[in-house]
């Protein structure tokens, strides 16, 4: 292999995620070190952006940057000066309106901004803008497409007189019953944010003026859509609804204004004045009126469309495929999103490991002779490095070691202080032990015996899998073995890790995790060393998956 090959090769196994927030906030903190502005000042303004990258781990693709991230890398776009420049100017624009939003709604306590008052907290916002100005003007001097230079400051006036007026909307009212279809342009326009970072990324990545309108578009759309499924958790997924206490109209509250009956409105009011004591009656009186399953049909209109979009580009990628799958993520929070018809082929990547993974399931249930049995789960690539199968839309989620290598190997090896190099290569030689594991859940789940017993389940799954593995796939169960090992040689034991191996022989009530990552991975490491010393495969396959027969015409049991 040339040198040069070489070279693109240890280029590319760096291009994370992380290592793109980490250079976009050194790029920040430099401009901030400018003599023009004062040491006073260069701290105020220091302290709010160290609090903006610090409300979310470098490595998650939700926070902002990471729809700026997806779009360009989805183009092939690898990361570069001109990307933490561009970075940067989307991270001092979306401190600045946050700064200037926080003063307008008096909501500065406990942020940096909070002792220095109105005035200077008005004018630090202003410079965090004027800094990132800064930044776009010397992104936008590195891009060589002296048209696409342009389109730069195109996107950011659009997007900042779009949020402005929005403000204005939102500090001035939208009167006493508006309409859902009202209160979401407004908060479109308040969030439009999101088509600046979305569009920006687009250019980023050399996309045509289709292309970036694409983006835009769906920047505007996806925000819409968090919007609604933030309004509804804030009733729902609080003890104490803020939105309700405040009096705000969100969008399941306008729809039940405009379609609930005259004693639903008479109750609602009336309710209102009894806050918070009141809650639980309001959120029936939501529900039973239809508002919430309102939002839900917003949602998915608006989830289709965010998936033809994307499908609509010449050569989507993973990063534009995980996007997608953030949208599916948000969704499944109100209902369980189907797959949309027009992006089925880019969840159902062909080549190298997506081959594997399929390859894999289909060894096992031909071994197993369940080929008639057990219905095949639908396979989807994910940017998470774990596995996980989902009962009520009967799918597995595989880590993408094929398309997001770096990624994925990189969180998992950090997470767990362990080398790239040795996860990398254990990560794809367990495939088919990991993979068997969720196969198992499957089995168990068409059986009707997936049970809610969370680390009852994964004893069951790993017990199996490993049985499986030892039998079929020996690679995979000594590659699981060695990484477990250097799981528990890496990492401190949990909090009530011994208790949770010990519980989980037997079944038990409804149960969640209730660890870290690196709490679950150290039982799951544990779990499966015990297994290999002590599973018998035929025996266990007889106790904890017995009773499987053919599907009923819809291929599925429902799970206990």
């Not at 000066?81 to 309106?97: D, H, I, M, R």
């Not at 700064?99 to 008052?117: I, R, T, Y």
């Not at 997608?324 to 080549?351: C, H, I, Q």
Request: with cysteine; aromatic share 6%.
């Amino acid at each position: 292999m040339s040198s040069s090959i070489e070279q693109a090769k240890q280029a590319e196994s760096k291009e994370r995620l992380s290592a793109f927030v980490r250079g976009v906030r050194r790029t920040v903190l430099n401009l901030l070190e400018d003599d023009r502005l004062p040491a006073e000042q260069r701290f105020l303004l220091r302290a709010v952006l160290e609090r903006f990258f610090s409300l979310a781990d470098d490595d998650d693709w939700a926070q902002p940057l990471g729809l700026l991230y997806a779009a360009y890398r989805g183009f092939g776009r690898t990361t570069d000066a001109q990307t933490q420049l561009v970075g940067a100017f989307c991270a001092c624009y979306l401190a600045s309106f946050d700064s200037f939003d926080d003063v307008q709604d008096d909501d500065l306590a406990g942020k940096p901004l909070e002792m220095v008052g109105a005035p200077i907290a008005i004018n630090s916002a202003l410079a965090l803008l004027l800094v990132g100005l800064r930044a776009l003007h010397e992104g936008a001097l590195l891009e060589p497409d002296l048209g696409r230079r342009a389109s730069y400051l195109d996107v950011f006036n659009r997007a900042s007189i779009v949020a402005v007026g929005a403000q204005h909307t939102d500090l001035a009212g939208l009167g006493q019953t508006p309409t859902p279809a009202q209160v979401l342009a407004m908060h479109r326009g308040k969030t439009s944010s999101v088509a600046l970072l979305a569009e920006c990324g687009a250019l980023l990545g050399g996309a045509s003026a289709a292309e970036a309108e694409i983006f835009r578009e769906f920047g505007s759309d996806f925000a819409a859509l968090v919007q609604i499924v933030d309004d509804v958790r804030d009733v729902y997924g609080k003890a104490q609804s803020p939105d309700l206490l405040a009096g705000k109209i969100t969008y399941p509250v306008a729809c039940f204004l405009t379609q609930a009956r005259e004693e639903e409105l008479t109750r609602f009011a009336l309710l209102r004045t009894r806050l918070p004591s009141s809650e639980e009656d309001i959120r029936e009186l939501l529900y039973s009126s239809g508002a919430i399953e309102a939002a839900a049909v917003a949602v998915e209109e608006l989830r289709h469309g965010l998936h033809r979009r994307l499908v609509q580009l010449a050569n989507p990628r993973a990063p534009h495929r995980l996007l997608l799958s953030m949208v599916d993520t948000l969704a499944s929070a109100l209902y369980e999103p189907e797959p949309v018809p027009e992006s089925t082929a880019l969840f159902a990547p062909t080549g190298g490991l997506h081959d594997t993974a399929r390859e894999s399931t289909g060894r096992f249930v031909r071994e197993l002779g369940l080929a008639e049995a057990l219905p095949m789960p639908r396979l989807v690539p994910s940017p998470a490095p774990i596995y996980l199968f989902e009962p009520k839309s009967y799918q597995i989620h595989y880590p993408d070691l094929e398309d997001l290598r770096p990624e994925i190997v990189g969180q998992f090896a950090d997470l767990l202080g362990l080398e790239t190099s040795e996860v990398e290569v254990a990560m794809v030689r367990s495939m088919p032990l990991l993979l068997a594991h969720e196969m198992f859940h499957a089995w168990r789940h068409v059986c009707g015996r997936l049970s809610d017993d969370a680390w009852h389940e994964e004893f069951i799954a790993n017990r199996l899998a490993m049985g499986y593995a030892l039998r079929h796939a020996p690679d995979a169960a000594a590659a699981v073995i060695e990484m477990s090992r250097l799981v528990l040689d890496a990492t401190t034991p949990a909090d009530g890790e011994d208790d949770i191996l010990v519980r989980a022989l037997q079944p038990g009530l409804p149960s969640d995790y209730q660890l870290s990552f690196v709490g679950a991975a150290r039982v799951h490491a544990q779990m499966l060393l015990d297994a290999a010393q002590s599973c018998e495969f035929d025996e266990d396959r007889a106790r904890f998956v017995v009773g499987l027969s053919p599907p009923p015409e819809d291929g599925l049991i429902a799970a206990e």
